[in-house]
């Protein structure tokens, strides 16, 4: 993935979403791979307003068992481990990624 590509971040505690580059959210506090974390690996994935104590990560660092967890965090957990590639791009009006690929 090249580093000007926009994807949508999706905080997973208040769910807040943007379409950002790698480098922009890690300027704007999102925590988010590849600065923050690992693609495909379990960690937070939140906005700049948001604390870790309500992540999937959290959860699951309680009670060290997928199926303890609440089908919010099970979901989450199923889109982190699909990382990078069901990660949304964001698109042009005629279907194309903005970087012109």
């Known amino acids: 993935m090249a580093k000007e590509e926009k994807y949508l971040h999706i905080c997973e505690v208040c769910g807040k979403e943007e379409y950002l ?4 959210a890690y300027e704007q506090g999102w925590d988010y791979p ?37 089908e919010k965090h099970r979901e989450t957990v199923r889109r982190i481990l699909g990382e990078p590639d069901n990660l949304i791009f964001l698109k042009d009006k005629k279907g194309k990624k903005k970087n012109g690929t």
């Open 21 to 24: 580059t790698e480098k922009e």
């Open 34 to 70: 590849p600065y923050i974390g690992t693609y495909g690996v379990l960690s937070p994935r939140t906005c700049p307003g948001c604390t870790i104590d309500n992540t999937a990560w959290f959860d699951y660092m309680k009670h060290h068992s997928f199926a303890q967890l609440s």
